[in-house]
């Protein structure tokens, strides 16, 4: 997107760029769940979620040959959530729906209504299917965690339960009903916003700009991964070195000067928590000059290490004006650092 002024591949980057980018929000979602973190609140658009659902599940629904029908009300109000786990929900539900009308041989078709109401100030969805519905015996097990009806590999049984997980965090409920003329129906019920929360603002994060001619030295044994940032870092001005592991890295550190290190935690022969640990026996000055990247916080390994050294964190997938912002901090509190010790030594003298 950014080395082409030929349209038509701007164009096809930013279609990868935002199914990419709704990828990784989606699994930063999966992440907050287990972790429990709380999930972000802001005021969305249901009518809007829907769309981005059905735009990931695209291939799905057209080699499904499953017609899909909205039925959605213009002037929805709003409602307060996340939206990366709202889109799981919807994701989900119609997900479900085309599965249970796989070999089907009757009608093939989902119908996704939303409408509100002023009285009880709700907000409903509804995703109706016209397949062979949902059995007596079994609907009051249908949003237990691991209990599927699909055999072999075709579900894990997480799905509803995971979905009634994050609507019941936003005081919301989820039902089974039948679909008139056959097939099943999913209700979901919200709370409208609060009118008195504002917003998040989109531009609230705008993009950070970092100090011109910094030393980097990435570290990751995704040696594509770390050559993706030098290719977007090189351009604004910086100098960019990279290894594959922590012990080629302490090698760069021992013979070279670097502003900045930008490590991956999980490698192969010496990995980042080593590389730390090594740095503070044999070059100290580089531990406040590190930042770690990594997509597995939730290992008892990484947990250890984090939870004894202080140390700033980006999570992959990032972007690259995360990276920029935990630069920018991390130079700062260095920059601050400095300024203290300074004011010491003339305070004693």
């Not at 509100?116 to 907000?123: G, I, L, S």
């Not at 062979?132 to 049984?157: A, H, L, M, N």
């Not at 990435?218 to 090189?234: G, K, M, P, S």
């Not at 939730?298 to 700033?312: A, C, E, K, M, R």
Request: contains cysteine.
């Amino acid at each position: 997107m950014e080395g082409s002024t030929e349209p038509k591949i701007v164009a096809r980057g930013e279609k990868i760029f935002k199914a990419a980018d709704r990828c990784a929000r989606i699994v930063k979602s999966f992440l907050a769940l287990a972790r429990h973190r709380p999930p972000e609140r802001k005021q969305v658009k249901l009518n809007d979620i829907i769309h981005s659902a059905l735009e990931l599940l695209g291939f799905q629904i057209r080699t499904g040959e499953i017609e899909i029908k909205l039925e959605l009300e213009e002037q929805l109000p709003e409602i307060t959530g996340d939206g990366d786990q709202l889109t799981q929900v919807v994701t989900n539900l119609v997900m479900n729906a085309t599965q249970a009308m796989e070999g089907w041989k009757g009608q093939r078709r989902i119908i996704i209504r939303t409408w509100h109401n002023n009285e009880t100030q709700r907000v409903m969805l509804s995703v109706a299917d016209s397949g062979p519905g949902v059995p007596p015996d079994i609907r009051s097990r249908i949003f237990e965690p691991f209990f599927t009806t699909k055999s072999g590999t075709g579900g894990t049984g997480v799905g509803l339960s995971l979905c009634l997980n994050m609507v019941s965090s936003y005081k919301g409920q989820m039902l089974l009903e039948d679909t008139p003329g056959g097939g099943a129906t999913f209700v979901v019920d919200l709370p409208m916003t609060d009118t008195s929360l504002k917003s998040k603002d989109p531009q609230a994060n705008p993009d950070v700009v970092l100090p011109q001619n910094i030393r980097f030295l990435l570290v990751d044994d995704e040696v594509e991964l770390a050559q993706t940032l030098a290719d977007l870092l090189e351009p604004e001005g910086h100098a960019v070195d990279i290894a594959a592991n922590g012990a080629i890295a302490l090698d760069k550190l021992r013979r070279n000067t670097y502003d900045v290190i930008v490590s991956d935690l999980r490698m192969p022969v010496m990995d980042g928590p080593a590389l730390y640990e090594a740095l503070l026996r044999e070059l100290p000055s580089y531990v406040d000059k590190i930042i770690y990247v990594t997509g597995d916080t939730l290992s008892s390994h990484v947990q250890t290490f984090l939870n004894q050294y202080p140390v700033p964190v980006v999570e992959k997938p990032y972007r690259l004006n995360d990276v920029r912002r935990a630069v920018v901090a991390l130079l700062k509190q260095n920059s601050d650092k400095k300024s203290d010790a300074s004011s010491s030594i003339k305070v004693a003298t």
